[in-house]
C-alpha cells in the first residue's frame, strides 16, 4: 500500500439525508430568501439520489448541484423555475425521461477560486452520459442584463452581446464555455431575480454519445409491490397495559404472517387503557392519564416493530410536548427507527374537552418500501396538506381516524378518496369501532377503514383495493404497486399531479 502523505481536501459525491441541514444552510447563504428548503432537498435527494451532487471540502459541504430526468416535450418548451420543478421538489422527475433538468448550481462565495463549479458541471455531463440521456437543459440567470433593460436592450439583444463578447456576463459566458447552447429565452423564469430582470436564458448541452433508439438504462430501484394491512379496532375493556398490548400484538402477528410490509391501526386506539382505571374520569383528566403510558408504549411497539419484521403506523397516542397536550402518531419502522407525526389540526371537540394542540411540522417518512406521510383524521380534509406531503415525494398516505358517528366517519372517507385522487396516491385508513361506555367523550366509534387507489386503468375498480365492513372488528389487507402510481402520474388518462398551474396557485408550508 502506498504510504499517503496528504488526504484529499475537496472531492465530489452524491448527497444523502444526513447532508440535509448542511445543503440547506449552503442554499441560505448564497441565495437567501430563493433558496432550498430542507423538505425539498429531501424530497431530491429521496426521488432521484444519483442526481443530487455535491462538493466537500475539508469536511465541509462547499457546493451542490441539483438535477431531475425530464421528458423531452416539457424541457425544450418555455416554462418557469416554478413550474418545471414543482416549485422546488422535482415533482415533475420523470425516470423515463429524456433530458437531465439542472434546478440549480450553487458554489460557497467563500470557496470560488476552487473551480468547485466547473467540477459540479462536469459531474452533471458524466451523470447524463451514464443514464444515456439525450442533453441537459436548464434556465441560466442573466445576471448583467437588468442594467441594459433600463437602457430598452432586450434580452435577445443582451444575449447576443454577450455572445459576441461585447458584453461581459460571467454566468452565461461559464455556460458557453462549458458547451451549453442557448436555445430562447424564458420569460418570468425566476420571478423575484432582479438582476435578470425575471428572464433566463434556454440552455441546452448535448450528449454526443446518445444513440437514438437503444433501450433506455435502469435510473433508479423500482419500489415493487408493498402489501399493506390496516386494522379496524375495536375498544373493548381491558384489565392492564399488558392486556391491552396483547390485543396490538394479535394484529401484527396476523399482518406479519400475511408478509405485510405495513400495518395501520387507528386514531386514539389506547383510548382502550381508561377502561382499566378503577374510578372515572373527566375527559381532560382522561386525556392526560393517557400520557402517562407513553413511554411504555413507545417502547413495546418499537420492539414489535422489529420482532415482527413489519412496519408499524401506530395509530395516534396522547403525547405531552412540553407544557403542551399533542395527539402523536408514532411510526415504528421494522429497522427500529421510530419517527412521530402530530396531527396538525384539532377538532373543535378535542379543543374544548381536551385543551389539545396542533402540531406544525409534517414531513415524510422514508421507509424501506418507499415515502410515506400520516394525516391523523381532520387532517385529511384539508387538501393543501397531503399536496404538500405529496410534492415531498410520498406514495401512501395513511390516515388513522376515530369517528363518533356516521357523517364524521364519511367526511373522512370521501376526503380520503379525494387525496388518492388529486395527488395519484395510495391512501390507507384505519378507523375504531365499539363502544367505551365508562370513557367520558370516547364512548362511542363509527368506521369503516379502506385502502384507497387512484380512479384509473391500473388501479382497483371504483378506487377502491379493500374495505372492511362497518363497525365490525377485522383486519384488511392489499398489494398496492407503486409503479403504476408512477405511470399514472406520466401518462395516465389523466395527471392531476403533474397538470397543477403553478403559474395561477400554489401551496406554501410557511415553517
Known sequence: MSNIIKRQKLFIRTATLEDVPGLAALNRKVYGDFSFTEKMIASHIKKFPEGQIIAIYEGRIVGHAATFIIDEKTALRPHSWKQITGKGYATHHDPEGDYLYGMEVCVDPDMRRLRIGQRLYNMRKKLCVQLGLKGIVFGGRMPGYARYARKGMTPEEYLEQVREKKIRDTVIGFQLRNEFEPIGILKNYLVGDKESADFAVHMVWHNALYVEDTPKKQRRHRPGVVRVASVQFEARKVKSFEDFMNQIEYFVDIASDYRGDFVVFPELYTQALLSAEDNRLTPQESALRLTSYTEDYVKAMNQMAISYNINII???HPTMVGDELMNISYVFLRGGEVHQQAKIHCTPNEDYWWNMKGGDELNVIQTDC????VL???DAEFPELARHLADQGALILFVP????????YLRVRYCAQARAVENQLYVATSGMVGNLPDVENMDIHYAASHILTPCDFPFARDGIAAEAESNAETIIF?????DDLLIARKSGTVRNFKD?????YEVNWLK
Open 314 to 316: 401506530g395509530g395516534t
Open 370 to 373: 418507499g415515502p410515506i406521510g
Open 376 to 378: 391523523i383524521c381532520y
Open 401 to 408: 381516524f376515530c369517528t363518533d358517528e356516521r357523517q364524521g
Open 478 to 482: 392489499a398489494d398496492l404497486n407503486l
Open 500 to 504: 397543477r398551474r403553478f403559474d395561477l
